[in-house]
């Protein structure tokens, strides 16, 4: 299986800020990654997909990047709606296997 | 829109089996979109556990391939998850969840059924 590591395990930042969640994968996955945000009692909700493409309806504060086996989701100026937990997906082989998730807060 | 919905009992006894039932809406199973279950864990680790294709083959996580099965009623449009001899340690959140062919990326999720495994 593929394992995907991902950092930090939290972060606490302030309105405003730029943060960047890291996922790096154990081999080359091509651009087969996917980011989710996780709400509280909610359903996980499709943020990036292929690395780099933001999904429909996602603000454009949200940023994918990376190749090989390193990529990273930033959040450009953070709102108070963005507190939840981030987690990657790879897909570029089975099974499909999922980071650890970053709980991202308000300082 | 796609959505999707599961259902089923939120407590299961050590060595049954756990079943699961997503309702899909807004799409047919039978086109286009692949079928997965996938569960959250205390502790937040997500596991995808297997999918149903359009076409009804299906594709399992080797973890759990001795005892996982996933099947569909195309006329009720949805699908099913059977787990066999559960323990503790599959209490978790199930979701079922949908992507594009071909395109691996889960955009369309239920909302979660909490299942807990104890005597």
């Known amino acids: 299986d593929i394992q995907m590591t991902q950092s930090p395990a939290s972060l606490s930042a302030s309105l405003g800020e730029t943060v960047t969640i890291e996922c790096r994968a154990s081999?080359?996955?091509?651009?087969?990654l996917a980011w989710y945000q996780q709400k509280p009692g909610k359903s996980p909700q499709l943020l990036i997909y292929?690395?780099?493409s933001l999904h429909t309806g996602v603000p454009s504060r949200f940023s994918g990047s990376g190749s090989g086996t390193q990529y990273s989701l930033k959040i450009n100026s953070l709102q108070s709606e963005d507190v939840a937990s981030y987690f990657c997906?790879?897909?570029?082989?089975?099974?499909?296997?999922f980071g650890a998730g970053t709980k991202l807060e308000l300082k | 829109e796609i959505q999707l919905q599961e259902s089923g009992p939120g407590l299961v006894k050590p060595s049954q089996s756990l079943s699961l039932t997503c309702s899909v809406t807004?799409?047919?199973?039978?086109?286009?979109?692949?079928w997965s279950w996938i569960r959250k864990f205390p502790g937040n680790k997500m596991e995808w556990m297997g999918y149903?294709?359009?076409?009804?083959?299906?594709n399992y996580n080797p973890s759990l391939k001795s005892r996982i099965s996933i099947t569909r009623d195309t006329s009720k449009n949805q699908f099913f998850l059977q787990l066999n001899s559960v323990t503790t340690e599959d209490t978790a959140t199930y979701y079922c969840?949908?992507?594009?062919?071909?395109?691996?990326?889960?955009?369309?999720w239920g909302q979660g059924v909490m299942v807990t495994v104890s005597s």
């Open positions: 969840a949908s992507h594009l062919i071909l395109r691996a990326y889960f955009d369309y």
């Open positions: 997906q790879q897909y570029y082989d089975y099974p499909y296997t």
């Open positions: 292929n690395a780099n």
């Open positions: 149903i294709s359009y076409s009804g083959s299906t």
């Open positions: 081999e080359d996955i091509y651009n087969g």
């Open positions: 807004g799409y047919t199973i039978t086109s286009g979109y692949d």
